[in-house]
């Protein structure tokens, strides 16, 4: 993918936790490399959905600012929310960055989230959970966002499963590669946990673009400004602008198709168009 754009002129600071997960000994400039994509992806979608500023953000889960430290350095008037189950990325976050700290849950209805953001980032959150856990944590991404705000959230799609299907060494070892796959071609969404995932609830979740679309008739009011495969590592990036009541759902969803052959069940249609004359 070509690069974004320019943010040659943002320096964001450079102090690094010694508790970072995502930091690999020597591989620092690929961790900073990953953080200016994620920036530029969100400078994308502000051209995509006419939003040249962001005063109110949430990066969940933030880790230790691999993102964060990007917004804070582009983005330096807003009030930025890092929220993360790690406490000590919370709180490095907000002693480095200047961010509010709110500690997550599990599940993320139990946050107490009162307002609403103008962008949500969600980096490689949902690649870890199972189905019920996804669309839970994606409702409340949606109910999140602000009217004419901006949700940003990657997704393990049709490249990384052409990796594990090649062969490829280093992908996901920790889990069960051929029945990863094989839901992830019957259904277009499969989930495995890792083998040292205690209660089974953390592993590895894969999506394919119809899949999701489908689950997008579930919100009316969210519109997709873009599908970008293999965008932030090997992730796809999926950008949602929010306004109310733009659409009409008549796809009905992968996961509650109802008798009658549309998403109202016997009679919908009709009912729909009789409310439009």
Not at 60 to 68: A, K, M, S, W, Y
Not at 101 to 111: C, E, G, I, T
Not at 125 to 141: I, N, R, S, Y
Not at 242 to 266: D, H, I, N, Q, V
């Amino acid at each position: 993918m070509k690069p974004l754009p320019d943010l040659s002129r943002v320096y964001p600071k450079r102090v690094l936790s010694p508790a970072d997960g995502m930091l690999d000994p020597g591989l620092e400039q690929q961790y900073f490399d990953l953080g200016q994509r994620a920036l530029e992806l969100v400078t994308l979608s502000g051209q995509l959905c006419d939003k040249p500023h962001y005063p109110d953000i949430l990066d969940l889960p933030c880790g230790h600012g691999r993102v964060l430290r990007w917004l804070r350095a582009h983005y330096d008037y807003a009030k930025i929310t890092a929220c993360d189950l790690d406490r000590d990325a919370v709180d490095f976050c907000a002693a480095e960055f200047g961010a509010t700290p709110v500690y997550s849950q599990p599940d993320l209805r139990a946050l107490p989230f009162t307002a609403q953001f103008d962008l949500i980032w969600v980096g490689s959150l949902l690649t870890h959970l199972p189905e019920a856990e996804w669309l839970a944590a994606l409702d409340c991404f949606v109910r999140w966002t602000r009217e004419c705000g901006v949700l940003i959230f990657t997704t393990q799609g049709r490249y990384y499963t052409t990796l594990l299907a090649r062969g490829h060494r280093h992908v996901a070892e920790n889990i069960d590669k051929a029945a990863l796959l094989e839901g992830f071609a019957r259904k277009g969404f499969a989930y495995q946990p890792y083998f040292e995932s205690k209660d089974g609830g953390y592993g590895v979740s894969v999506t394919s673009p119809e899949w999701l679309q489908r689950v997008l008739q579930r919100y009316p009011d969210m519109i997709m400004r873009a599908y970008l495969e293999e965008s932030w590592g090997m992730q796809d990036v999926v950008i949602l602008y929010k306004k109310a009541g733009y659409f009409e759902p008549l796809l009905g969803t992968p996961e509650s198709r109802r008798a009658g052959g549309g998403p109202g069940g016997p009679g919908w249609l009709q009912r729909l168009l009789g409310r439009k004359r």
